[in-house]
């Protein structure tokens, strides 16, 4: 029944209509928002990105740049168009500039209900030390 | 202690002003772009909604809250959402940035007129609430046959 013509013409409305719902403007990343907090161990990062499983995330280190990459995954129904959108790109990244007293090698990522969660250790002989005050 | 740093950065103000307009431009033509209940850009948590013939599909952008303690209700075409994250915060810690939001949060999504209060469905995955409204029957669009 279903001529080769009409198949054509299914997959591009299905699409659009994702393009419609999250690529408003395809080029431009969202830049996830961030907490970054530092303990005497190391530097913790904490980025939000909904619709990033563990598949679409990309977390590298590139010389001194910690670069976050992932992309959004949620399942649209063919011919899905979009009614209203906060989100208009299906990317996120962002990137930050690592200190030399950061242990590069020894980062711990983790991804959990959309949250990442980057623990990077400090060198061991770069952490504080307490000093005495002798009496 | 950066965040009001570069919400002052005048180049910062002049992009700001420019994501207005092309809101008031591109926004004012979806329900609800200029809608008496959107919110400003940044609320969390951020909303799309998609629609198809047969149902209209919301998904709210929450990472990290527990989706067991979300409030969801739908009156007539009024869907409301409400809930808590959680974002703990390290005493001990020096913090740099504090982006993420934390705390209670509530958006009413004023849905087209013809959804199915009765026909509600919810999810939570990878930090995304899904819920899929269903249409009425007799809003649907029908085929008919020529005979």
């Given at each position: 029944?279903?001529?080769?013509?009409?198949?054509?013409?299914?997959?591009?409305?299905?699409?659009?209509?994702?393009?419609?719902?999250?690529?408003?403007?395809?080029?431009?990343?969202?830049?996830p928002?961030?907490?970054?907090?530092?303990?005497?161990?190391?530097?913790?990062l904490r980025a939000d990105m909904p619709g990033v499983s563990k598949e679409g995330l990309n977390l590298?280190?590139?010389?001194?740049?910690?670069?976050i990459e992932g992309t959004i995954n949620?399942?649209?129904?063919?011919?899905?168009?979009?009614?209203?959108?906060?989100?208009?790109?299906?990317?996120y990244?962002?990137?930050?500039?690592?200190?030399?007293?950061?242990?590069?090698?020894?980062i711990d990522a983790n991804l959990q209900d959309g949250i990442l969660t980057v623990r990077?250790?400090?060198?061991?002989?770069?952490?504080?030390?307490?000093?005495?005050?002798?009496? | 202690?950066?965040?009001?740093?570069?919400?002052?950065?005048?180049?910062?103000?002049?992009?700001?002003?420019?994501?207005?307009?092309?809101?008031?431009?591109?926004?004012?033509?979806?329900?609800?772009?200029?809608?008496?209940?959107?919110?400003?850009?940044?609320?969390?948590?951020?909303?799309?909604?998609?629609?198809?013939?047969?149902?209209?599909?919301?998904?709210?952008?929450?990472p990290g809250?527990?989706?067991?303690?979300?409030?969801?209700?739908?009156?007539?075409?009024?869907?409301?959402?409400?809930?808590?994250?959680?974002?703990?915060?390290?005493?001990?810690?020096?913090?740099?940035?504090?982006?993420?939001?934390?705390?209670?949060?509530?958006?009413?999504?004023?849905?087209?007129?013809?959804?199915?209060?009765?026909?509600?469905?919810?999810?939570?995955r990878d930090g995304i609430?899904?819920?899929?409204?269903?249409?009425?029957?007799?809003?649907?669009?029908?085929?008919?046959?020529?005979?």
């Amino acid at each position: 029944m279903t001529t080769p013509n009409e198949v054509t013409t299914h997959a591009a409305s299905a699409r659009d209509g994702k393009q419609s719902l999250m690529n408003a403007t395809p080029a431009a990343a969202i830049r996830p928002l961030v907490d970054i907090f530092e303990t005497a161990d190391g530097i913790t990062l904490r980025a939000d990105m909904p619709g990033v499983s563990k598949e679409g995330l990309n977390l590298r280190v590139e010389g001194a740049n910690l670069l976050i990459e992932g992309t959004i995954n949620i399942v649209t129904e063919q011919r899905m168009s979009a009614l209203y959108a906060d989100v208009r790109s299906t990317q996120y990244r962002r990137s930050f500039v690592l200190g030399n007293e950061l242990e590069a090698a020894n980062i711990d990522a983790n991804l959990q209900d959309g949250i990442l969660t980057v623990r990077i250790p400090k060198r061991a002989d770069l952490r504080p030390r307490k000093i005495e005050v002798r009496s | 202690m950066f965040g009001s740093m570069y919400s002052e950065n005048p180049l910062l103000t002049q992009f700001r002003r420019l994501e207005e307009e092309l809101d008031e431009v591109f926004g004012s033509n979806t329900p609800w772009g200029g809608g008496i209940r959107s919110l400003p850009p940044g609320t969390f948590p951020a909303i799309n909604v998609g629609g198809t013939a047969e149902n209209v599909t919301v998904y709210l952008f929450a990472p990290g809250i527990d989706a067991k303690k979300l409030d969801i209700s739908i009156q007539r075409n009024l869907l409301t959402v409400s809930g808590e994250r959680e974002v703990p915060r390290d005493n001990e810690a020096t913090y740099y940035r504090q982006e993420r939001f934390g705390g209670e949060f509530r958006r009413v999504i004023s849905l087209p007129d013809d959804v199915d209060p009765d026909k509600v469905e919810a999810s939570y995955r990878d930090g995304i609430v899904q819920i899929t409204v269903g249409r009425r029957e007799s809003a649907k669009p029908r085929q008919i046959a020529i005979r």
